[in-house]
Nanobody, 126 residues
Framework: QLQLAESGGGLVQPGGSLRLSCAAS????????IGWSRQAPGKKREGVAC????????FLRSAVNGRIRNDSDAAKNTVYLQMNNLEPDDTAVYYC???????????????????WGPGTQVTVSS
């Protein structure tokens, strides 16, 4: 069974950067589209980025476009979310999740994703 584990979260000042990792075990991540989503206190979980199973397609939420980039390392069975110029509104628990619903594409809607990691806290504050 596929298991995902996020890491790399923490406390960062506004304008700072973080690189989140999503490490997979049990299955090859190349079989799945991977989505990143976040959930702030009192708010719905929202998709922020995704990458297709073959790495050829990525989408970013408009609110983070230009500040966030996702990529993958097949040898490490890991997907990354590079976040730059972080803002206080980026504060949330960040999750990665896997989906088999796509063929060489991906989507931001959280309903597409079945297997979820436990999340990692990102706090942007001075």
């Amino acid at each position: 069974q596929l298991q995902l584990a996020e890491s790399g979260g923490g406390l960062v000042q506004p304008g700072g950067s973080l690189r989140l990792s999503c490490a997979a075990s049990g299955h090859n991540l190349g079989e799945y589209a991977i989505g990143w989503s976040r959930q702030a206190p009192g708010k719905k979980r929202e998709g922020v980025a995704c990458i297709s199973a073959d790495g050829s397609d990525t989408f970013l939420r408009s609110a983070v476009n230009g500040r966030i980039r996702n990529d993958s390392d097949a040898a490490k069975n890991t997907v990354y979310l590079q976040m730059n110029n972080l803002e206080p509104d980026d504060t949330a628990v960040y999750y990665c999740a896997a989906s088999t619903a796509f063929s060489n594409s991906c989507g931001l809607s959280v309903e597409w994703y079945d297997d979820w990691g436990p999340g990692t806290q990102v706090t942007v504050s001075s």
